[in-house]
């Protein structure tokens, strides 16, 4: 179990002293290398991709087409099989709506969301779409809220899928509800034969319980970012740094337990920069979920604009919808291409490799043992959650 760091916030009353990938940096060791020496690789299960990505089921920026981009470009697209592109033949002119909808200083109304997103969502739909990304020769990958896992599983794997996400919020193990079936994550997930990446967790015990699940992945984070509104409407925010820790925790107890099985823990959250994504992994992940920072990309289905998932849910949502900007890059540009601004918001996971051969480690799990220190308060941190200094 990790370490506790409580603090006494009143009487009797304590509270776990968390932090944020910016309250956390990375400190260069004695040796570099040439960054054409690195390798920013990563596999899960029997699927091997050349960064370390999977995108955000969001329909601002994942269509069929970029998910075949993405994979081209050597990550890993996620499509969402409860979006527009499971909703409607052509989802263009709703896309074209919500583009015009949005102004130079704010998105589109979150109530012109619900209304698009209250189309039913229809199973023929997603199994072309699958059909269309696999065609490409690319992994394909589509995800389910996990209420509607039990209905529309069987039509996802009927078409073929390569990975399944099964992603809310937060997620559980055993999803308890007196009015309708549960869903049982790990009777679920044995009686497939394709892996599954389930999430989000926010602490070391719901990762390990995720884990237990058998499955080959676990998101870590509840996925907010800057027009997440998570926290004012639900309470409820997690630094993500130490949630990453946490997991990675959880995953070495999970492998010294079943004698070998290794699972991923995938980040998700406030991870907007080239900068955060090498956080991000120095504190244990495996590999990172990026939604909004792919908006800049010239493919992007929502022409610069952004929208989670959860914000269109149609009784409570959870999110903003952000103003358009021009795109900045083809996403070839973004992920892997030269940047021409310092902001670290193109050619991410080029600045990675940068990092990686700065602080002297030649592949992704090597680089999970760079040293990290807190800028708060100066004390050292070696590896994921264990304190040196």
């Given at each position: 179990m990790p370490v506790r760091d409580n603090v006494e916030i009143g009487l009797n009353r304590f509270a776990r002293r968390g932090y944020d990938l910016d309250e956390v940096s990375i400190v260069p060791s004695r040796r570099t290398r040439d960054h054409d020496d690195v390798s920013t690789a990563w596999q899960i299960d029997a699927f091997r991709f050349d960064i370390p990505l999977v995108t955000s089921p969001s329909d601002a920026v994942v269509s069929p087409a970029t998910a075949v981009a993405?994979?081209?470009?050597?990550?890993?697209?996620?499509?969402?099989?409860?979006?527009l592109w499971a909703r409607y033949d052509d989802p263009t002119d709703v896309l074209r709506r919500l583009r015009e909808a949005a102004g130079p200083d704010s998105g589109p109304p979150v109530a012109l969301l619900q209304e698009v997103y209250a189309e039913p969502v229809k199973p023929d739909l997603i199994a072309a779409r699958i059909k269309e990304i696999s065609s490409a020769g690319v992994t394909t990958a589509v995800r389910i809220s996990p209420q509607?896992?039990?209905?529309?599983?069987?039509?996802?794997?009927?078409?073929?899928?390569?990975?399944?996400?099964?992603?809310?919020?937060?997620?559980?193990?055993?999803?308890?509800?007196?009015?309708?079936?549960?869903?049982?994550?790990?009777?679920?997930?044995?009686?497939?034969?394709?892996?599954?990446?389930?999430?989000?967790?926010?602490?070391?015990?719901?990762?390990?319980?995720?884990?237990?699940?058998?499955?080959?992945?676990?998101?870590?984070?509840?996925?907010?970012?800057?027009?997440?509104?998570?926290d004012a409407v639900m309470g409820i925010r997690v630094p993500l740094a130490s949630a990453i820790a946490d997991a990675a925790a959880a995953r070495r107890d999970y492998l010294d337990e079943t004698g070998g099985r290794y699972v991923h823990v995938i980040a998700n959250g406030r991870i907007e920069t080239s900068g955060a994504i090498a956080r991000a992994l120095a504190c244990g992940a495996d590999a990172v979920q990026l939604g909004e920072p792919l908006r800049v990309a010239a493919e992007a289905p929502g022409g610069g604009v952004w929208w989670d998932s959860v914000a269109a849910h149609p009784r409570l949502p959870r999110g903003g919808t952000s103003a358009p900007v021009a795109p900045r890059g083809s996403l070839a540009d973004v992920l892997n291409g030269s940047a021409e601004s310092a902001d670290g918001r193109t050619n991410l996971?080029?600045?990675?490799?940068?990092?990686?051969?700065?602080?002297?480690?030649?592949?992704?799990?090597?680089?999970?043992?760079?040293?990290?220190?807190?800028?708060?308060?100066?004390?050292?941190?070696?590896?994921?959650?264990?304190?040196?200094?």
């Open positions: 993405v994979g081209q470009a050597g990550g890993l697209g996620v499509l969402n099989a409860e979006g509607h896992t039990l209905a529309l599983a069987p039509t996802v794997l009927a078409a073929g899928v390569d990975l399944l996400v099964i992603q809310g919020t937060i997620v559980s193990a055993e999803h308890v509800s007196s009015g309708e079936d549960a869903l049982n994550l790990k009777e679920f997930i044995a009686d497939l034969d394709v892996p599954v990446i389930v999430g989000g967790a926010a602490d070391y015990q719901t990762a390990l319980h995720l884990m237990r699940t058998g499955a080959a992945g676990v998101i870590v984070g509840v996925g907010a970012d800057s027009w997440s509104t998570a996971f080029g600045a990675l490799r940068r990092t990686m051969a700065k602080t002297g480690y030649q592949n992704l799990k090597e680089f999970q043992r760079v040293d990290l220190v807190l800028g708060g308060n100066g004390a050292a941190v070696a590896g994921p959650g264990h304190l040196v200094g």
